[in-house]
């Protein structure tokens, strides 16, 4: 059919099923949005701010297992969006993002709102597209989409001049995509994942590295099966959680920086390290060349570029992660869990030795108590966002996850401010479970006009903040490295948390004590509106254990042995 | 330090928009070196053949191969190991220096004069990128006003 280009995104959303999108119009997207107001197949949810719409997406994706789209206008616009697009991109997730851009007649001039929006993308995409005639479009959207979802996922960025949207052309979504340079590797080697079985079968003290792409590759549950099958324990990274159940008794914990003592050992004494869709980033491995030093590695990643990147890898296999480890699961018949029976008890005496826990020994609440008392009281019935700092090191820790894609969090690039416009994305993409974001009193006011969106739209996101009236990671930074001078860091002046939710007719709480907290989190549910809980904590709680930066892994600042009361 | 080398390699891509950018963008942004680039169409293909002359460690080299095949449009790295590899440079003298020892040094090297103007003369040579380099440094004494050189091309023997 003969249609214009802003008619074929329109048609284009339809025919890949796209039920949200999230956005904010402007003058080189008004034709799209003009045919977004006629038409009633998909909800548009305005944010208030075109980096929210992306990080909304990116919820909305991650919670869902959907491509995620945003769409925005030319320059600002776009600016705007790119700390979403190199979000996605560092944490692999599939989105569709279209941009406006002013017409092709004016492209190159320094025109009103004009930036090279696929010059500055194209280092923080998967892939970018500037169209330059409408009847190549249905061919486009069709890639994005693909390329979007498959192999390793990620953000591609659309960008579409704003003559281009007038144009009339025809309109054939069922065309056949070429794409012969673009062919992802999904099986994985036969006698490669023979002979990593093998060395598994050879290996004394083996041990599961998870990784995120495991949740990508809707994996979690066939990594369950081969845990348990083989009974051989398991760490997690940080974009990992939630693959084992928090009481698997073969999980371990979270690895890293920040992860468990026993967790950070095992990693240290192994002898084969199972890395299952990981890519041993700087904060997991610490030293690179002390992680793991003894162990043979068996590397399975659909990217290539991932394997041997930073530790060599003896076994490589390329493959969708979820389509070898149900190979490995067929071969993993004469591996005996009962052999490894000793090496989890070692695992067990270092987890009682240094356990993952914290000390209630102040009058204010210690924030690691409000994770797992929202852990306790939600568990499996909330999905948990947050943004970035310690209160996400804290979630990561503390709370009991038991499914995959119940956590969202920006783990690449660190993005303060992700958390509620991902917890709103989350909220519209899972409506039947609550949508907690875990916040910081710095990160909150990163992307805090998102209440207005939460409001306007009905999704009731209930925003924990753990207010130590400080930037708390890099005040702990400070503390331990930059001997206490604590430069900037100092949030002690800031806003009326409550009045500012209720500013935008959300609701708000203050609470300082362990009952309002329990009050205050039982009120937000029955109001069922966006809310603000605004918790005093601890003001100099550090992260524990920590690698410092650059140190090895077995080398962790520890939390400090007290008599218990 | 892991040792350095200097390594040829050869990337097939589809003949579009900003292809060229995606893959100096790949140099810059992840540090990695070039020396030489050059690029045309493959004759009667929808595909152009970039030559890059870089240099790193094998880890290096392993990592700049697989990003480059992890790019969309690219067909094919290859990364050369028994090849032939040519370039081409072009230098201006002035007329007044001794041009029959230019001539003849020319023809050593696959080349020849191909201008010849009022004040300056052009020659051109075509010949492996280690034998320019000492075809430039023999010609140094003639005073040269003007070197262009073409950067490598190669193929796999």
């Keep these: ?565 | 330090m892991e040792k350095s080398e200097r390594r040829v390699i050869s990337v097939i891509v589809v003949n579009e928009a900003s292809v060229l950018s995606r893959i100096t963008d790949l140099f810059s942004g992840r540090g990695y070196n070039i020396t030489s680039l050059t690029v045309a169409p493959i004759p009667d293909s929808k595909y152009s053949r970039l030559t890059i002359v870089t240099s790193g460690s094998i880890r290096v080299i392993e990592q700049i191969t697989k990003q480059l095949h992890k790019l969309i449009p690219v067909l094919r790295v290859y990364e050369h190991a028994d090849l032939v590899e040519k370039e081409m440079a072009l230098i201006k003298f002035p007329a007044s220096e001794d041009i029959t020892d230019i001539a003849t040094l020319c023809a050593a090297y696959n080349g020849k004069i191909v201008n010849v103007a009022e004040n300056v003369i052009i020659v051109m040579v075509a010949d492996e990128p280690k034998r320019v380099d000492n075809f430039l440094k023999i010609i140094n004494k003639y005073n040269p006003k003007e070197i262009v050189r073409s950067g490598a091309v190669a193929l796999e023997r």
């Design chain 1, 1 to 565: 059919m003969q249609i214009s280009g802003a008619q074929m995104v329109i048609e284009a959303l339809i025919a890949e099923g796209v039920e949200t999108v999230f956005g904010y119009p402007g003058g080189a997207i008004m034709n799209v949005y003009d045919e977004i107001y006629k038409q009633d197949k998909f909800k548009h949810i305005l944010t208030r701010h075109e980096q929210a719409a992306v990080h909304a997406a990116e919820g909305y994706a991650k919670v869902s297992g959907k491509v995620g789209v945003a769409m925005i206008t030319s320059g600002p616009g776009f600016t705007n969006a790119v700390t979403g697009l190199a979000d996605a991109y560092m944490d692999s997730i599939p989105l569709v993002v279209i941009s406006g851009q002013v017409p092709m007649s004016l492209i190159g001039t320094d025109a009103f709102q004009e930036i090279d929006a696929v010059g500055i993308s194209r280092s923080c995409t998967k892939h970018n597209y500037l169209v330059t005639d409408a009847a190549e479009l249905p061919r486009i959207l069709k890639e994005a989409f693909y390329i979007a979802s498959s192999g390793r996922p990620g953000p591609v960025h659309v960008d579409i001049p704003k003559d281009v949207t007038a144009q009339i052309a025809n309109f054939d979504y069922s065309i056949e995509l070429g794409l012969e340079t673009y062919k992802p590797h999904t099986k994985g080697n036969p006698r490669q994942i023979k002979k990593a079985m093998e060395a598994i079968s050879k290996a004394k003290r083996p041990l599961f590295y998870l990784g995120g792409g495991i949740i990508n590759s809707n994996a979690a549950y066939d990594v369950r099966e081969l845990v348990h099958a083989t009974g051989i324990p398991a760490v997690e990274t940080f974009m990992a959680r939630g693959t084992l159940s928090h009481d698997d008794e073969y999980l371990i914990s979270m690895l890293g920086m920040h992860g468990s003592y026993a967790a950070n050992m095992a990693m240290s004494e192994t002898d084969l390290v199972i890395g299952l869709g990981a890519r041993f980033d700087d904060r997991v491995t610490g030293k690179i060349s002390e992680f793991a030093k003894n162990a043979k590695v068996i590397h399975v990643d659909i990217d290539p570029a991932s394997i041997s990147k930073l530790v060599n890898a003896d076994y490589p296999i390329v493959g969708d992660v979820k389509n070898v480890v149900q190979e490995m699961l067929k071969l993993s018949s004469n591996i005996n869990p009962v052999k490894y029976a000793s090496w989890r008890k070692t695992i067990n005496n270092f987890d009682t030795l240094h356990p993952l826990t914290y000390h209630e020994d102040t009058k204010r609440i210690k924030p690691q108590w409000v994770i797992e008392r929202v852990g306790k009281l939600l568990g499996d019935d909330a999905n948990i966002s947050t943004d970035v700092g310690q209160h996400q090191m804290w979630a990561a820790q503390f709370y009991p996850f038991s499914r995959p894609r119940q956590f969202i969090s920006s783990g690449g690039l660190g993005t303060m401010g992700f958390g509620f416009p991902a917890a709103i994305g989350v909220k519209a993409a899972a409506p039947d479970k609550v949508s907690i974001n875990f916040t910081g009193d710095g990160s909150i006011l990163m992307n805090c006009q998102e209440l207005m969106t939460a409001v306007e739209k009905k999704l009731p996101v209930i925003n924990i903040i753990l207010n130590n009236n400080y930037l708390g990671m890099v005040r702990q930074w400070q503390s331990l490295f930059y001997e206490k001078r604590h430069s900037e860091t100092d949030l002690s002046v800031q806003p009326d948390f409550v009045k500012l939710a209720e500013a935008f007719g959300g609701i708000g709480y203050r609470v300082e004590t362990k009952d309002e907290f329990d009050a205050a989190l039982k009120d937000a549910l029955e109001k069922n509106i966006v809310a603000f809980i605004d918790v005093v904590v601890e003001r100099l709680e550090n992260v524990m254990p920590m690698v410092p930066s650059g140190g090895s892994l077995f080398n962790m600042m520890l939390l400090e042995k007290k008599e218990k009361k």
